[in-house]
């Protein structure tokens, strides 16, 4: 025990070893994922911006779209800068607090995400489910209730993940096998028995990846009842194209991230794991902006309007 207290007290840094297997294409790497993290921020940031001053997206579908951006363009703050970094410098280090650090905010605003993504669901059941009352059940008093909810929702799960990962003793070697300090990674390095540990980050996970995966599908199911007893076939694609957006997002974001978390200690190779954390923590971001515009003609249409120009967008 003595000697585990010893060797943690070295622990001051950790190094991340990321994508340094493949060192011949650090500098093809570094630009790949610049041109991501641009195109995440500038689509996200746009996305933000139209939406709040173009008077047509005023609606509440909208404003959980803006907290979507928004939470975007902070989870890739949080994640790719450092991963920049370590591409093309030889240290690879993090600071032992610069990992908590991004652990906490990874989770912090990876868990607002998932209920973000169930509201814009739930937003959509209403609208389709119950058109008359839709002003009255989502007036913007409750909008905005729901959406601090949904922000203030991943600070507990951001503050006890983070909190009892960093006071468990990491007696060396002090490598995380990843791009970033995610939990699965660093239980890895630890030297102490983890099955609370393990039984939290399950509960956890059911909370804040299955129960709003479930609640978002029930919305769903009920939207597609109501979907198939529309007698029209215009209203019946006007109201599907309204949620095929949130369905891709939703399928991509649930879909990596519970195959990620849902075993803590998983059987997949660290290079399975960096591809999947790569798909819900970088691609999504990316993608986000680029399929609610490219699939919405509202969003295109605000985008002609601000830009004042009605040929820029097909």
């Not at 890739?76 to 920049?84: G, H, R, S």
């Amino acid at each position: 025990m003595l000697m585990k207290e010893i060797n943690q007290s070295h622990v001051t840094e950790f190094i991340l070893s990321g994508f340094s297997n493949i060192h011949e294409f650090q500098t093809i790497l570094f630009v790949i994922f610049l041109v991501i993290y641009l195109v995440a921020l500038i689509g996200n940031s746009l996305l933000v911006l139209v939406s709040s001053v173009d008077p047509a997206l005023q609606t509440p579908m909208y404003f959980f779209l803006r907290s979507l951006s928004l939470m975007d363009i902070g989870y890739t703050t949080v994640i790719i800068p450092k991963m920049l970094s370590n591409f093309l410098s030889k240290n690879q280090s993090i600071s032992f607090g610069g990992c908590a650090a991004q652990m906490y905010f990874s989770f912090f605003l990876g868990g607002s995400e998932c209920w973000i993504l169930t509201l814009m669901a739930y937003d959509r059941q209403v609208a389709i489910c119950d058109p008359l009352r839709y002003s009255l059940v989502m007036n913007w008093r409750r909008c905005l209730q729901l959406s601090l909810a949904s922000w203030l929702s991943g600070i507990p799960v951001a503050t006890v993940q983070t909190t009892m990962m960093f006071t468990f003793p990491f007696c060396g070697p002090n490598v995380i096998n990843h791009f970033f300090c995610d939990g699965p990674p660093l239980l890895e390095l630890v030297c102490t028995d983890t099955f609370a540990f393990e039984v939290y980050s399950v509960t956890a996970t059911v909370t804040f990846l299955m129960f709003p995966l479930g609640m978002i599908i029930v919305s769903y199911v009920q939207i597609l009842v109501t979907i198939v007893k529309m007698s029209s076939a215009e209203g019946r694609h006007k109201a599907f194209s309204t949620c095929s957006s949130h369905l891709i997002v939703v399928s991509l974001f649930f879909g990596v991230a519970s195959l990620t978390y849902l075993r803590v200690k998983s059987s997949y190779s660290p290079e399975t794991k960096k591809l999947l954390s790569l798909s819900y923590t970088v691609f999504t971001p990316m993608l986000n902006p680029l399929i609610y515009s490219l699939r919405n003609q509202e969003v295109k249409g605000a985008l002609k309007r601000i830009l004042g120009k009605k040929d820029i967008l097909p």
